[in-house]
C-alpha cells in the first residue's frame, strides 16, 4: 500500500556524512502532525527549506 508524499521543514543541520560528505543529515519536522525524525539528504538544504518525503517511517542512524 503507498501513502502519499509528506513534506517536513528542516530544523536542524546535524551534519555532513557519506564517504565523500556528499550527504547532510538533519533533523525534520512533519508539517502534518507534531513529530520530528533525522534524515538523510542528498544535494544542497539550509534550515527552513520544505522536504519532500515519499516515505516518514524511516530514520537515519546518528552520525558519530
Known amino acids: 500500500m503507498e501513502s502519499e ?5 528542516v530544523v536542524k543541520v546535524l551534519g ?17 502532525g507534531n513529530r520530528s525524525i533525522v534524515r ?6 539550509r534550515e527552513g527549506d520544505i522536504l519532500m518525503l515519499m516515505e516518514q517511517e524511516r530514520e537515519a542512524r546518528r552520525m558519530r
Open 16 to 32: 555532513r556524512t557519506g564517504s565523500q560528505g556528499g550527504v547532510t543529515q538533519v533533523r525534520v519536522e512533519l508539517l502534518e
Open 40 to 45: 538523510n539528504v542528498k544535494g544542497p538544504v
Open 5 to 9: 508524499p509528506k513534506m517536513a521543514r
